[in-house]
């Protein structure tokens, strides 16, 4: 059987929830609270396995240390989310702090039930909306870091750049830039190094998407 503790600051919520979870046999409501300073103190009392926690109304004076103050008990189940806020949600710091399952507000009542069996199995379950978000929070990471970048480049590695996208050879771009081949050999060893690449094909495109160059 799994034990699972309802967490939501409206009584609605509280009370669809709970209605919703009894319907499968292979789980039971042990308790439904409002009152987060009270949280950790009824994870002790009531032992859930799985914390469901609608976390509207909670959001902005939210605070993942919260879960901490007594860490034994947090992560001695296991938590998942409802939220119709996934942009406002810190995702990687809910993840952080072992929160095992995000679901949307829009996700329906077997979506639920299925997600609180997963992660009473120790399952992570993440929405395919949740998913979205954590791409498009990578891809934000990973073109702030690629953006940085455009600082550490000289101007010089930014002609030598252009000069690899034309398609010279490090003997031509020597002769065009009066510098030796060695020289040549350092800038591009060194804008492999600032860019994150390993060819000049990729040197090339990266520079391109960075707006570093133009073809």
């Not at 009152?35 to 950790?40: E, I, K, V, Y």
């Not at 995702?91 to 997963?118: D, W, Y």
């Not at 455009?150 to 252009?162: A, F, G, H, K, S």
Request: hydrophobic fraction near 50%; glycine fraction near 6%.
């Amino acid at each position: 059987m799994i034990r699972v503790l309802v967490v939501a600051a409206s009584p609605l919520v509280r009370a669809g929830l709970s209605a919703l979870l009894v319907t499968d046999s292979k789980i039971m409501v042990v308790g439904s609270v409002a009152d987060l300073n009270a949280l950790t103190k009824e994870i002790g009392q009531l032992q859930p396995d799985v914390v469901l926690l609608d976390l509207n109304g909670y959001l902005q004076n939210w605070n993942w240390e919260k879960l901490l103050s007594n860490p034994e008990q947090a992560y001695s189940c296991a938590w998942l989310l409802i939220t119709d806020e996934l942009d406002s949600l810190n995702l990687a710091e809910a993840l952080r702090f072992g929160i095992r399952g995000i679901l949307p507000q829009t996700s329906s009542e077997s979506e639920i039930v299925a997600a609180v069996e997963s992660v009473a199995l120790g399952l992570v379950v993440l929405h395919p909306d949740v998913l979205e978000s954590l791409l498009s929070l990578k891809d934000s990471i990973r073109d702030t870091s690629l953006s940085n970048s455009i600082q550490t480049l000289t101007p010089r590695e930014i002609e030598v750049l252009e000069m690899l996208a034309s398609g010279l050879a490090n003997k031509a771009i020597a002769k065009r830039l009066q510098i030796s081949e060695h020289t040549v050999k350092f800038h591009i060893s060194s804008i492999f190094h600032k860019l994150g690449v390993s060819t000049r094909t990729q040197a090339v495109s990266v520079g391109v998407r960075l707006g570093l160059i133009m073809l």
